[in-house]
């Protein structure tokens, strides 16, 4: 089993930056994807970045290219997001995940354990 558990969400005004964190615990090996998703009211979850381990290939997302950087801790088995200019459309609950693969994915389904999430809300 493997546990994720997600900090650094909170009331962020827009322009500004957030750094949300990741801490994975339990049986994982080298050979995995982290990813960070969101959700925001009434909409569907989102990928916003993901890192895989191996070879480190990232992926963002369009709505998020450029303000964002994905980034790990290796020994500590952490991930990072950090997001900058920051927009009120960026407020949502923010998923970490974990999926079994070094072949990185882009879909919620290809993803194992989640997190309980962060909220993040961007103000005006």
């Known amino acids: 089993q493997v546990q994720l558990l997600e900090s650094g969400g909170g009331l962020v005004q827009a322009g500004g930056s957030v750094r949300l964190s990741c801490a994975a615990s339990g049986r994982t090996s080298s050979a995995y994807t982290m990813g960070w998703f969101r959700q925001a009211p009434g909409m569907e979850r989102e990928i916003v970045a993901a890192?895989?381990?191996?070879?480190?290939?990232?992926y963002y997302a369009d709505s998020v290219k450029g303000r964002a950087t994905i980034s790990r801790d290796s020994a500590e088995k952490m991930v990072h997001l950090e997001m900058n200019n920051l927009k009120p459309e960026d407020t949502a609950v923010y998923y970490c995940a974990l999926r079994l693969s070094s072949i990185l994915s882009t879909h919620l389904s290809g993803y194992n354990y989640w997190g309980q999430g962060t909220q993040v809300t961007v103000s005006t």
């Open positions: 890192f895989g381990w191996r070879g480190s290939t990232t």
